[in-house]
């Protein structure tokens, strides 16, 4: 089937004026003017979207479905720590058919905007079985915290190789990874055994790092608010002070790699720019920014110039709407670039489709719409009519999408919409 667009953008070249895209089972066989593709696969059905912009769908590379059911549910905080508090207390309201509930509303809120891959990080990870296949492509990472854990942090790890192996429900789309949740919840040990598992199998790994400023204070001073909170859970608290940020700990004891999937990462201490710069241990690593989560907390800048310098792979993602109001990525991106003003649309657009596929290793996969891609699309509705700068005209569109195609399938708009 070819699908004939008013705009087509690829990311994997310049724009298409009049564009389409022949889709072929699962993948993409052939995208690029109308007019050409008409003519060289005369035989092949039609559909015409109309006068959108069809993209590679959107891959959201951090979210919590967990919390979809959480938004306005708690007030802006005034630190970081009294959050982890508050959600933590919501968390202990919500039985699993709530969780299941939420993970459906978060599956459907991002196919409305556009997403066509996440990567969800599930604190309870055997609900997998409990539901059919996701809608979207799914990355489903097994949330690991040993901070107070009656369970030593062997088990821990040998738990998650169990969840490995059991199936998904069929069709399930994506894959699984693990998910440290963060220095202050997960030990180092913890990291190490889950870094060196998901590099034997072969999975994606991705944690919250450096998030907030009570974070840096506890490992770099010892001290304040989420120091005070985690030693009151029994937490060892040996790791802290020093003057060492959890980043450059972990880094130094072998817990972390380049391969990594970093979130947040919003505080910085001035010398752990060198471990993400080119021929540091971590060069190349992902950092995904969460912007509206970031302003929702009053986060430290982020250091995007300094980043964009290093060459690291920038990716933007939603978090979940505990701190956040939607699972719309454009919203992310319009969010970023109110902070910081100038940049190329298009480069915006690469952070929520070419960079997250770089990072799961599935360039030419996900995130772009080329010849043996899988066909994930999304079309948005555009008034532009003419193509100057069609990446600013998305960027800056607040409707939602108007179609989604996940490996081939029309997912939305569905038979329900
Ligand atoms: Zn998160």
């Known amino acids: 089937m070819i699908y004939r667009a008013r705009h087509l953008v690829t990311m994997d070249g310049p724009p298409v004026e009049d564009g389409a895209v022949l889709v072929r089972g699962e993948n993409v066989a052939a995208a690029g003017r109308w007019a050409d593709l008409r003519r060289e696969f005369p035989g092949e059905g039609m559909a015409d979207l109309g006068e959108v912009v069809l993209l590679p769908g959107f891959v959201n590379p951090h979210c919590h479905l967990d919390y979809s059911t959480l938004r306005h549910a708690i007030l802006p905080p005034r630190s970081f720590s009294e959050w982890v508090g ?56 097994y949330e690991m915290i040993d901070v107070r854990s009656a369970v030593a942090t062997e088990e821990l790890v040998a738990g998650a190789l169990l969840f490995f192996q059991e199936p998904a429900a069929d069709g399930w789309l994506g894959g699984r990874g693990l ?67 959890a980043m450059a700990r972990l880094a130094a004891g072998g817990c972390l790699g380049p391969e990594c999937i970093a979130v947040h990462l919003n505080d910085w201490q001035p010398e752990d720019f060198a471990l993400v710069a080119p ?28 980043l964009r310098e290093l060459t690291i792979n920038l990716c933007i993602g939603t978090d979940s709407p505990a701190s956040n109001g939607s699972f719309s990525l454009l919203e992310e991106l319009r969010a970023f670039a109110a902070v910081f003003p100038g940049l190329e649309e298009r480069e915006l657009l690469a952070t929520i489709t070419r960079n997250p596929a770089s990072a ?21 509705p555009i008034s532009a009519t003419n193509s100057c700068n069609i990446h600013a005209e998305v960027v800056a569109c607040r409707a939602p999408a108007a179609w989604i195609m996940v490996h081939g399938r029309v997912v939305f708009p569905g038979s329900s919409e």
């Open 86 to 141: 508050r959600i933590n207390a919501l968390k202990r309201t919500l039985d699993p058919a709530d969780y299941l509930a939420a993970i459906a509303k978060g599956f459907r809120e991002s196919a409305r905007w556009g997403t066509t891959s996440l990567l969800n990080i599930e604190a309870f990870p055997e609900l997998m079985w409990k539901m059919p296949a996701p809608p979207l492509r799914t990355w489903w990472f």
């Open 179 to 245: 998910s440290p949740h963060a220095p202050y919840t997960a030990s180092p040990e913890l990291y190490r055994l889950a870094r060196d598992c998901a590099r034997t199998r072969g999975l994606p790994w991705t944690t919250h790092l450096g998030e907030s400023a009570d974070e840096r204070e506890m490992f770099v001073q010892g001290r304040g608010p989420l120091y005070d909170f985690l030693a009151r859970l029994g937490r060892p608290m040996d790791d802290c002070g020093g003057g060492r940020s």
């Open 279 to 306: 021929g540091g241990p971590l060069a190349g690593m992902t950092v995904v920014h969460c912007p509206l989560s970031h302003r929702y907390f009053r986060h430290s800048p982020f250091p995007y110039e300094t």
């Open 360 to 380: 799961l290793g599935l360039q030419g996969r996900i995130g772009c719409i080329r010849p043996g891609a899988w066909a994930d699309l999304a079309a948005f």
